[in-house]
């Protein structure tokens, strides 16, 4: 079993950046394809970013493309999401996901994080 608890997350005005952080439980974290989401009340969870185990594949949401930046710190099992250029659109709950087999911009991820909240004031 693998836990995530993701951090970082907070109140921040639009232009500005936050740094979200995946900690995964797991020493074998390495193996896993990350990936984060995120989800607006009302809407459905969303595809922002995922990274493959090595690092050499790298997605993200067309929306977030040139803002966000995802990276893994293996050695520390963490996984990182920058964000930059904040929009109050970028508003929601990010999720942190991972799975052992499988990566994709889909939410079908085996494990996930708790979520944390990300809130973009304009």
């Known amino acids: 079993q693998v836990q995530l608890v993701e951090s970082g997350g907070g109140l921040v005005q639009a232009g500005g950046s936050l740094r979200l952080s995946c900690a995964a439980s797991?020493?074998?974290?390495?193996?896993?394809?990350m990936a984060w989401f995120r989800q607006s009340p009302g809407k459905e969870r969303e595809f922002v970013a995922y990274i493959t185990r090595s690092g050499s594949r790298i997605l993200y949401a067309d929306t977030v493309r040139d803002r966000f930046t995802i990276s893994r710190d293996s050695a520390e099992n963490t996984v990182y999401l920058q964000m930059v250029s904040l929009k109050p659109e970028d508003t929601a709950v990010y999720y942190c996901?991972?799975?052992?087999?499988?990566?994709?911009?889909?939410?079908?991820?085996?494990?996930w994080g708790q979520g944390t909240q990300v809130t973009v004031s304009s």
């Open positions: 797991a020493s074998t974290s390495s193996d896993l394809y």
């Open positions: 996901a991972a799975d052992r087999f499988r990566f994709g911009d889909t939410p079908s991820y085996e494990y």
